[in-house]
């Protein structure tokens, strides 16, 4: 039975799932991997699935779709736009849309996985495919190694994994080298003396403390990284008080930073650390504030030979223009993960999923920024095709790519 892919993609992204709860996508997953005659686990790393195809003597190849959802309200106004709502790690309702595209990354591996059992007699080795859940946790990946993933499936030679993005559909990005940045998630703790809000004197207010730490941080980029490198310092969140006459006793700020290496990450962090502190001490904190990292991301690193590699064969079956260097993007990703802790290659490419006519009007108009959707707006919404079948035609050719053949 021939998957109906475009009615599958509709399915996941009217039901989307946040992460480490994407229990229904991960029976969908299953039920397709059965039919498949695929051999497969759940609730690898909670909420994870792996499949393996084993076909003969050859290389081993892991394929990777992450396929959680973030806590955004949908706004597309697609016919098959998410009404779904779902219970965040704070135990708050919150409304859950596939802002991130990992619907049509579940939906195109699922594709690509037909393609290559059906197509057996031409290739020979084995293909793993992970279905990995809590990326957006950027915990997905190692509570999958941590529970023995890497070592309940034929360890890898090399990790193959795919982002839609933002790019005309039809498009692949990719490049050698860093491809995405590192990241690291910080909460801090800014500690004050709560009180009345009529007698500030009284108190150590961490309101203005979180203020006065939020607009220092800002000079970390512009005043202390050197503008050819890339760095990124963002305070995504802030948390303080209950009441406007109240001065409350602690502020808590959430922390996303970006770098493309260990060394950058080494000093951005050094920084941080510096004026949290500096300016707790300056407010006259009688409490220390506390720096606690939530997540660290590495970078993603494209192994030079294989990527160069791979987009020869992209060139050859999409045709020349259709591969192109993106630049390393300074979003983050745990994909890496996976080819660390194996110790192999990792080859992580981008493939676009807008409009062609409408990217293209944008981009000579000189509104790209503002007028093409990108991941995690509420507005984001892959068009289903072209993007769908070059999503499938992208992994198989990729999977092929490093896959003995029937005549080896």
């Known amino acids: 039975m021939t998957i109906d892919l ?3 993609y509709i399915d996941l992204h009217r039901h989307p799932e946040l992460s480490f709860q994407e229990t229904r996508t991960a029976g969908v997953i299953a039920q397709h991997l059965t ?3 695929i051999e497969y686990e759940e609730g690898i790393g909670k909420t994870g699935v792996a499949g393996v195809i084993r076909n003969g003597e050859g290389p081993v190849v892991w394929l990777r779709a992450d396929m959680d959802a973030l806590p955004v309200p949908e706004q597309t106004g697609l016919e098959y736009a998410s009404t779904a709502r779902g219970t965040d790690p704070a135990g708050n309702d919150v409304p859950v849309m596939h802002a991130c595209g990992h619907d049509m990354h579940v939906t195109a591996m699922l594709g690509a996985l037909e393609r290559l059992v059906a197509t057996t007699d031409e290739w020979s080795g084995t293909v793993v495919v992970v279905f990995q859940p809590a990326e957006e946790y950027g915990s997905g990946a190692q509570a999958m190694i941590a529970d023995g993933v890497l070592d309940r499936f034929p360890k890898p030679d090399i990790v193959l994994g795919q982002h839609v993005t933002p790019l005309p559909a039809g498009t692949i990005g990719v490049r050698s080298g860093t491809q995405m940045a590192a990241s690291d998630g910080l909460t801090v703790t800014l500690h004050g003396r709560g009180g009345h809000g009529s007698r500030p004197q009284a108190t150590i207010d961490p309101v203005v403390m979180a203020a006065a730490t939020v607009m220092r941080l800002q000079t970390i980029v512009s005043r202390e990284v050197d503008p050819r490198d890339v760095a990124v310092v ?3 969140s802030i948390h303080a008080g209950l009441k406007n006459n109240i001065i409350p006793a602690e502020a808590k700020l959430e922390l996303s930073l970006r770098y493309p290496d260990d060394e950058a990450r ?3 962090l050094e920084k941080v650390e510096r004026i949290v502190r500096a300016e707790a001490q300056a407010s006259g904190a009688e409490e220390p504030p506390v720096i606690v990292t939530d997540h660290t991301l ?10 160069t590699r791979l987009t020869g064969a992209f060139g050859t079956a999409f045709g020349a223009g259709t591969v192109i260097d993106p630049g390393m993007f300074t979003g983050s990703e745990d994909v890496s993960w996976f080819a660390r802790e194996a110790g192999v290659p990792l080859v992580y490419w981008f493939w676009g999923g807008v409009d062609p006519e409408a990217f293209a009007k944008a981009f000579a108009a000189g509104t790209v920024e ?11 919404a892959p068009v289903i095709q072209p993007t769908l079948s070059r999503g499938v035609d992208a992994l198989v050719v990729a999977a092929r790519e490093f896959l003995g053949s029937a005549a080896e």
Do not use: Y
């Open 370 to 380: 503002h007028d093409i959707p990108t991941n995690h707006s509420p507005f984001f």
């Open 298 to 307: 590495p970078p993603t690193i494209n192994d030079v030979d294989a990527t």
């Open 234 to 236: 963002t305070v995504g």
């Open 266 to 268: 080494a000093r951005v």
């Open 6 to 8: 475009e009615a599958l």
């Open 35 to 37: 039919d498949l005659g």
